[in-house]
């Protein structure tokens, strides 16, 4: 009979081992992206920063705060406070500032004398026309007195009778003199000025300005009311209003009586800005009558000298 086999025991019972479960990949930590990954473009992927002990964990850097004012204008101003003060004046500047100032002061001075022609400089053409003709005619007048004396000159000089003839002229001077004195009467041709001032506003140094014009327009003889105008007299303002003449209280209107060449007179008051404008700015009105024959017959009382002589030659 065949053998029988021996039966391999059997194994005993295992539990199925169980099946591995997948395990998710871990995130690769890939290194940062070089250049190489750059020049083609790849995205570079976060890596996580390593853990670190509290010892080595960076510092919180503080978060951008607000900036702060500018400090500039205030350092501006306090530099130049520092340029300013003290002064360093150099003797350049100095020197520089002196002719800076001489300059100024000239063109000041310039400027001045300039607008003193300003009156004329916008006067009309016919107003500059009548100022020529009066210059002309006084030209013309001092060239006659001129004449004039150069002839009585040689008449002293080729007389036969020298002592006569300085007789006469002797008394033609001392008429001459007394009509310049007022102590002896005027007469001949001229103009009558009468100045109305209702609102009193006309003072001596008005009267003096147009005694002047007349002097320089040629004036012989004047009288103002009934005082002869000298070479000593002089105006005042009165202390209860009104205007004195040598101490002589006189009243308006004002009324001058003038012996002289009445187309230079006349001409001589009406130029812009003389004494006819001057008297209607201060609300007075001028009144200017030429007449072929005016007297002024009102005399000065002659002053004794009491210091002056006759020098002998």
């Given at each position: 009979m065949p053998k029988a086999q021996p039966v391999p025991a059997a194994a005993p019972d295992r539990e199925p081992e169980p099946e591995p479960q997948p395990v998710p990949d871990e995130p690769a930590v890939e290194p940062?992206?070089?250049?190489?990954?750059?020049?083609?473009g790849e995205?570079?992927?976060?890596?996580?920063?390593?853990?670190?002990?509290?010892?080595e964990a960076p510092q919180q850097q503080p978060g951008p705060e607000a900036p702060a004012a500018p400090e500039e204008p205030a350092d501006g101003r306090r530099r130049l406070r520092a340029a300013m003060w003290p002064l360093r004046i150099s003797r350049g500047q100095l020197v520089v500032a002196v002719l800076l100032f001489s300059l100024g002061l000239a063109l000041a001075i310039q400027v001045r004398s300039t607008n003193d022609h300003d009156q004329l400089r916008g006067a009309r053409q016919e107003d500059l026309v009548r100022i020529l003709d009066e210059l002309d005619s006084?030209?013309?007048?001092?060239?006659?007195?001129?004449?004039?004396?150069?002839?009585?000159?040689?008449?002293?000089?080729?007389?036969?009778?020298?002592?006569?003839?300085?007789?006469?002229?002797?008394?033609?001077?001392?008429?001459?003199?007394?009509v310049l004195a007022g102590t002896?009467?005027?007469?001949?041709?001229?103009?009558?000025?009468?100045?109305?001032?209702?609102?009193?506003?006309?003072?001596?140094?008005?009267?003096?300005?147009?005694?002047?014009?007349l002097r320089a327009a040629g004036a012989e003889a004047i009288q103002i009311n009934d005082v002869r105008?000298?070479?000593?007299?002089?105006?005042?303002?009165?202390?209860?209003?009104?205007?004195?003449?040598?101490?002589?209280?006189?009243?308006?209107?004002?009324?001058?009586?003038?012996?002289?060449?009445?187309?230079?007179?006349?001409?001589?008051?009406?130029?812009?800005?003389?004494?006819?404008?001057?008297?209607?700015?201060?609300?007075?009105?001028?009144?200017?009558?030429?007449?072929?024959?005016?007297?002024?017959?009102?005399?000065?009382?002659?002053?004794?000298?009491?210091?002056?002589?006759?020098?002998?030659?």
């Open positions: 940062a992206p070089g250049p190489e990954a750059d020049a083609a995205a570079a992927e976060p890596v996580e920063p390593a853990l670190r002990t509290p010892a006084r030209q013309q007048r001092l060239q006659q007195e001129k004449t004039q004396l150069e002839q009585s000159m040689a008449q002293l000089e080729n007389s036969s009778n020298q002592a006569k003839e300085a007789q006469e002229q002797t008394r033609k001077k001392t008429a001459e003199l007394g002896v009467p005027a007469t001949g041709p001229g103009i009558v000025l009468t100045i109305d001032d209702p609102q009193g506003q006309v003072k001596a140094d008005m009267l003096l300005d147009t005694l002047q014009e105008v000298v070479a000593g007299t002089y105006f005042t303002d009165g202390s209860s209003g009104g205007v004195q003449i040598d101490g002589k209280d006189v009243s308006q209107p004002f009324r001058f009586t003038v012996v002289g060449n009445p187309q230079d007179l006349t001409p001589a008051l009406n130029i812009p800005g003389g004494v006819v404008r001057t008297l209607e700015n201060h609300q007075a009105r001028a009144t200017i009558t030429q007449q072929q024959k005016v007297v002024v017959d009102a005399l000065a009382a002659p002053k004794q000298l009491q210091y002056g002589k006759p020098a002998a030659k």
